[in-house]
């Protein structure tokens, strides 16, 4: 998952789901994978972003950033799927996707989740010789209670 699913939190539009996704991330649903990208971006973020991000370590697994997550963030903006500005963005799936996440959780609709991008994304994973990756927001991947 990228950042924007801790402030989502704190979000009216978004609590709910986000919400959802960590309690059931809690409870096993999901195993949230984070990484020193997430970790920099809390940082300045509001201290209740920050106090939320710090009751979840027990229930994440943070991975590094290799080698191959820059070398694969770098053939998606040469693709043009976001430009240098937004790095990070691109960052964020390279790292889920050489990690072999199936998914990653976002609310970011500018340069994550997005109709056009997320062929991009996975067109330029096959031709790098990765997997494709579902990318998804919070409210499609949770149970609803009516599900459970």
């Known amino acids: 998952m990228d950042t924007s699913v801790f402030g989502g939190v704190f979000d009216p539009e978004f609590e709910r789901a986000s919400k959802a996704f960590f309690d059931q991330a809690r409870h096993g649903r999901f195993i949230i994978v984070s990484s020193?990208?997430?970790?920099s971006e809390i940082e300045p973020?509001?201290?209740n972003v920050k106090d939320l991000f710090r009751s979840l370590i027990p229930y994440t697994e943070s991975v590094?950033?290799?080698?191959?997550a820059l070398k694969?963030?770098?053939?998606y903006i040469r693709a043009g799927i976001v430009s240098e500005?937004?790095?990070n963005d691109a960052l964020h799936v390279a790292i889920a996707t050489v990690c072999e996440c199936p998914?990653?959780?976002s609310w970011n609709f500018r340069h994550i989740?997005?109709?056009d991008k997320i062929p991009l994304y996975n067109a330029v994973n096959i031709i790098q010789g990765y997997h494709t990756?579902?990318?998804n927001t919070p409210a499609e991947v949770i149970y609803y209670e009516e599900d459970i």
Not at 72 to 75: C, V
């Open 36 to 39: 020193v990208v997430v970790q």
């Open 45 to 47: 973020a509001p201290e």
């Open 64 to 68: 590094r950033i290799s080698d191959e």
């Open 72 to 75: 694969l963030r770098s053939a």
């Open 85 to 87: 500005k937004y790095t």
């Open 103 to 105: 998914i990653i959780v």
């Open 113 to 115: 989740v997005h109709h």
């Open 133 to 135: 990756i579902s990318i």
